[in-house]
């Protein structure tokens, strides 16, 4: 299960009863039991940096107590073992990334097509991306399309997704906890400094493999397609970005809301954000079609650009009024706030 620097195991854990977390790194083990006592989740070590000869990983041991949780024996489970493809590795490359850093990029390429499906842990090609070796994020860097592309295998180690996160820019992070947020400025960047890095070995393996009797497409229609892809991209960028939610999952909005929640952007970089509230609302209560903004739990120098919205009916959803995105500016390090909207009284 997916952890979030330090949330997530523990909890496992103390949910089906009790456990313990053995790991060895550089010949030392440690190891700590897991457990509740009077229904208060404790801990106790057990071991800390003892020599050892075992070599480096970590077990962990969960004793399953509540008797609501079944456990299927499936043997085959055990004899599960992760076949890493034979590569030849490539010159790593050392990437400087705004907001980010230092990051190095280790590419393998295979001789044999991988398997590859976005969001699909069972892929094999495709760039891992990870930091001080936890691993968040699995792509093609928007390359999936390319058949090329499958042949290669690596990762991408970005020590300052760790150091922005303990210094508190959760943003960095899907809030569906689906691996990083590409939107986040910095995640950004690092999409563009790995593509750029990755383009002339992916394009130079499709001409290898076009070379050999594969089917080619003419130039000229390569770069319409480039193109295309390049225009398909803004447009889905500027029409999904700041959605509502049921916008993407279906869920009416039944009140005034304001989104995203929460914003998180680098020193100076603009971030939107879309009013809506539902236009029987306003009309049930002779409400008029404005709102002003205010902000909350705000981190930062931060300045609006405007606080008063003109409210106007949504393009694409009947019933439903929204605002223009409102924009803000900064002036210091990434900086966190949460944008409030009032309108007839009520806030959102």
Not at 297 to 314: F, R, Y
Request: net charge positive; with cysteine; proline share 5%.
């Amino acid at each position: 299960m997916r952890g979030l620097f330090g949330r997530g195991l523990k909890e496992a854990i103390i949910g089906l009863g009790k456990g313990e977390i053995r790991t060895v790194r550089d010949r030392t083990e440690s190891s700590v039991e897991i457990f509740t006592e009077n229904r208060t989740p404790k801990y106790r070590v057990v071991r800390k940096a003892r020599p050892v000869e075992d070599i480096a990983g970590t077990r962990v041991t969960i004793e399953v107590q509540s008797s609501k949780i079944r456990c299927p024996k499936f043997d085959i489970l055990y004899r599960l073992v992760f076949d890493r493809p034979e590569g030849k590795e490539l010159p790593p490359q050392t990437l400087r990334v705004e907001g980010f850093g230092t990051v190095k990029l280790c590419l393998f390429e295979s001789d044999a097509r991988l398997y590859f499906g976005a969001g699909d842990p069972s892929s094999v090609a495709g760039i891992l991306v990870k930091t001080e070796g936890a691993i968040l994020d699995s792509r093609l860097f928007g390359f999936d399309a390319e058949d090329a592309a499958q042949y290669f295998f690596g990762y991408v180690d970005c020590p300052g997704i760790a150091a922005k996160l303990r210094a508190g820019d959760f943003g960095i992070l899907d809030p569906n906890r689906s691996g990083l947020d590409w939107r986040h400025q910095s995640c950004r960047s690092l999409d563009a400094a790995v593509k750029d890095a990755i383009r002339p070995i992916i394009y130079a393996k499709r001409d290898s493999l076009e070379s050999k009797g594969g089917p080619r497409l003419k130039s000229q229609y390569r770069e319409k397609l480039a193109e295309l892809c390049k225009l398909l991209n803004s447009l889905v960028e500027s029409e999904l970005e700041d959605l509502p939610d049921w916008g993407l999952s279906g869920t009416e909005i039944n009140t005034l809301v304001v989104r995203p929640e929460v914003g998180y952007t680098e020193p100076n970089q603009p971030r939107n954000f879309g009013v809506y509230v539902p236009e029987r609302l306003l009309k049930t209560r002779n409400i008029e079609e404005k709102a002003t903004l205010e902000l909350v739990d705000a981190k930062g120098a931060i300045q609006l650009s405007h606080d008063a919205l003109d409210l106007e009916p949504a393009k694409k959803h009947a019933g439903l009024l929204s605002a223009k995105f409102s924009k803000f500016n900064f002036s210091e390090a990434t900086t966190r706030f949460g944008p409030r909207a009032i309108c007839g009284g009520r806030r959102n």
